[in-house]
């Protein structure tokens, strides 16, 4: 048997590097002062391919420095969970694991407040890492933290705080809600009622509201009894709802709004107009109905709204886009405020595995849609956006991610003009090895 996780580029790197003065192709934006990193799975020991979920494989964090037009270093190291630092022969990284267990760090990786985290879902606690990528300990915000964490914290930039949904198997028909300070520490936190147990990616988030996702992809008790890697299923005969916290009660009533059964793992964004909430987000028909090594797929990933009055406690949606698109961003300065501009990793393939991807630009405001497409190959990589400074206008940044170079069997760092997708890449790091697709990433400024 084989599996398409462990093959091409979904293949782990079996090597740490660093490696500095990195070649260049055109000219990197000499105000780009700090550290695009990014996380995925890269298990450190040989695998069962028939067992083997993508999901489930060992953090791998890659970062490339950039300043005054340079590329200053690019190195990737692995998270150095316990079963990592047991592989390397090292000794473990001893801190405040949380009762779900200790396990791969693989999601994400932001900075809330001092710490660097690398981020994961269903129950672990993140790993705080050096600027240089080394592993600390786990982390548990100070002794703030109750429990595990998730992959998808979000950001308030005007109250300087963030805002987390959590889930985990053993707190049966519940999530847990929440937030963080600007000095990186938990001032409040509820557990949630939920349908089941739901497998919650993200939240959406607006002046206003947290929103929470409770969708029919339940933890499976049957399954994780069979010993299934990830044992979250579609539960058709589950309802499907978003559940309203008022920002400015807290620990008052969740508002559930019933919606069409779907599967949501990433938000672009939600605001307020008035009574009205909007959600944008990428809507799965369906996901994890089977079983397989990576995400199940049921039709194709679409850019769609959710336009819900709160004072009828009634929802429609309605699809912006239809192009294959996952890991949407957007300027997150405009985090919970309305947005005109998105972008998404587009597959351009209907495949993933073939692997040819790019990105796209959303202008929602005039209903059109931009396309940069990055090659045979390249694969759908998220990219981030890092505004110029002093900027005003929305799209005025760079758009900042790694894409797969078949040819050569490396990765590249792309720089693309956000308001100019058209004129194609203004910059390339050539990077000394591939980068596995993986997830998430962001770009950490200088002196953050």
């Known amino acids: ?28 934006p000499p ?29 791998m964090v890659h970062g490339v ?11 990737n190291r692995w998270v150095r969970s316990e079963t990592v630092a047991a592989a390397l022969d090292e000794p473990s990284h001893p801190g405040p694991v949380a009762q779900q267990g200790d396990f791969a760090s693989n999601t994400n990786i932001v900075r809330i407040g001092p710490r660097l985290l690398a981020c994961v879902e269903a129950g ?21 933290l109750p429990a595990g964490f998730t992959a998808h914290p979000h950001h308030d930039p005007v109250a300087d705080e963030w805002h987390a949904v959590n889930y985990w198997w053993g707190w049966g ?8 300070d600007k000095k990186g520490k938990v001032a409040h936190s509820r557990l949630i009622e939920t349908t089941g147990g739901p497998m919650v990616h993200d939240l959406a988030m607006s002046e206003r509201w947290i929103v929470v996702y409770d969708l029919p ?26 559940g309203l916290i008022d920002r400015t009660d807290l620990d008052g009533p969740v508002r559930w709004i019933d919606v069409d059964p779907c599967y949501v793992f990433h ?22 109905e089977g079983t397989g090594n990576g995400p199940i797929e049921s039709g194709k990933p679409c850019l769609w709204r959710w336009t819900i009055d709160t004072a009828a406690g009634a929802a429609k949606d309605e699809q912006l886009r239809d192009v294959d698109e996952e890991f949407p961003r957007i300027d997150e300065r405009l985090t919970g405020r309305r947005h005109r501009y998105g972008y998404g990793a587009l597959n351009l ?35 981030v956006f890092v505004p110029r400074a002093g900027s005003q206008a929305e799209d005025e940044g760079w758009l900042v991610g790694f894409t797969y170079v078949a040819d050569t069997d490396t990765s590249d760092l792309v720089i693309v003009a956000a308001d100019d997708l058209t004129g194609g890449p203004v910059a390339r790091v050539h990077l000394p090895q591939r980068v596995p697709f993986g997830f998430h990433g962001n770009w950490i400024p200088a002196g953050r």
């Open 1 to 28: 048997m084989t599996n398409p996780y462990l093959e091409g580029n979904f293949a782990p790197v079996s090597t740490e590097l660093t490696a500095i003065d990195l070649a260049v192709t055109g000219t990197i």
């Open 31 to 59: 105000e780009l002062d700090g550290s695009f990193l990014r996380n995925g799975p890269n298990p450190i020991a040989p695998q069962d391919e028939a067992a083997y979920h993508w999901f489930t494989g060992d953090g």
């Open 65 to 75: 420095r950039l300043r005054e037009g340079n590329a200053l270093w690019y190195r």
């Open 124 to 144: 672990s606690r993140p790993y705080e890492l050096t600027p240089l990528l080394d592993t600390v300990a786990p982390s548990d915000m100070a002794g703030t």
């Open 173 to 180: 028909e519940n999530v847990q809600h929440v937030v963080i």
């Open 217 to 242: 992809c339940d933890f499976d008790l049957q399954a994780a009894v069979a010993g299934e890697r990830l044992p979250y299923h579609w539960m058709p005969d589950q309802p499907a709802r978003f």
């Open 267 to 288: 938000t672009l964004n939600a605001y307020d107009d008035g009574d009205t909430l909007v959600i944008d987000a990428v809507r799965w028909p369906k996901m994890f």
């Open 349 to 383: 393939t209907g495949s993933e595995s073939s692997g040819r991807g790019g990105i796209v630009k959303h202008d929602l405001d005039r209903g059109t849609s931009e396309i940069l497409d990055l090659g045979a190959g390249a694969g759908p990589n998220e990219f």
